[in-house]
């Protein structure tokens, strides 16, 4: 029989969330994509739903995150801050290291 650990990160700024899986997943989306628009499609979630976890990211953080550009005739636009990468890397790097973690904690359980 073979076990697996369920676990999510989530990072608090009192009762707010700066970052999850979920809006980590949409900070990598605008960087891909260009536009919280775009990012939004390409994760299937609503523009509204997309632009409300990327203010509330902003709100929570100690700089902004993302540089918005309001549309018009050449189309707006979303970028990140270089702030807002090396919260991406730092989310990644601890994520891994839990993981990495509670792979050896679930070993422990396997060899009994």
Same mark, same amino acid.
């Given at each position: 029989?073979?076990?697996?650990? *369920? ?9 707010? #969330? ?5 809006? #980590? ?12 628009? =775009? ?8 523009? *509204? =739903? ?11 953080? =100690? *700089? ?31 994520? =891994? ?10 070993? *422990?359980?396997?060899?009994?």
């Amino acid at each position: 029989m073979s076990y697996k650990i *369920k676990s999510r990160i989530w990072i608090e700024s009192e009762d707010n #969330v700066l970052l999850g899986e979920g809006r #980590v997943h949409l900070l990598k989306a605008i960087q891909k994509e260009g536009s919280l628009s =775009k990012a939004a499609k390409s994760l299937n979630i609503s523009y *509204k =739903k997309a632009w409300q976890l990327i203010d509330s990211v902003n709100k929570s953080a =100690k *700089k902004p995150v993302t540089i918005n550009s309001i549309g018009g005739k050449g189309g707006g636009g979303a970028e990140l801050t270089e702030y807002g990468q090396s919260l991406i890397n730092a989310f990644d790097e601890i994520n =891994k290291n839990c993981w990495d973690f509670l792979d050896k904690q679930l070993a *422990k359980i396997e060899r009994l």
